[in-house]
Nanobody, 118 residues
Framework: QVQLVESGGGLVQAGGSLRLSCAAS????????MGWYRQAPGKQRELVAA???????EYGDSVKGRFTISGDNAKNTVDLQMNTLKPEDTAVYYC????????????WGQGTQVTVSS
């Protein structure tokens, strides 16, 4: 079993910053990607940022230049530094882990609320 434990999030004013952290525990191996998605009310879940196994990072278009993802392979953790937050960043943020070689497994955290007030 694999568990993803998220921390961070909360309420912040527009222009402020928050940091999200996610730690994977359990039978973690062969990580393909680890990252963050978000889902706002009435909208589909979307990619925020992810780190691929080769260290390449990907960002959603709406957060490029404002958010930074970083990871620690030894600790199986991934952090998301969110700067210059906007009200439209308000959503539930989910940690995501994709692992496996022959078979690929997807894991999700429980989600953490980020609310940006105007």
């Amino acid at each position: 079993q694999v568990q993803l434990v998220e921390s961070g999030g909360g309420l912040v004013q527009a222009g402020g910053s928050l940091r999200l952290s996610c730690a994977a525990s359990g039978s973690v191996s062969d990580i393909n990607t680890m990252g963050w998605y978000r889902q706002a009310p009435g909208k589909q879940r979307e990619l925020v940022a992810a780190i691929l196994s080769g260290g390449i990072t990907e960002y959603g278009d709406s957060v490029k230049g404002r958010f930074t993802i970083s990871g620690d392979n030894a600790k199986n953790t991934v952090d998301l530094q969110m700067n210059t937050l906007k009200p439209e960043d308000t959503a539930v943020y989910y940690c995501n882990l994709v692992m496996g070689t022959r078979y690929v497994y997807h894991y999700w955290g429980q989600g953490t609320q980020v609310t940006v007030s105007s």
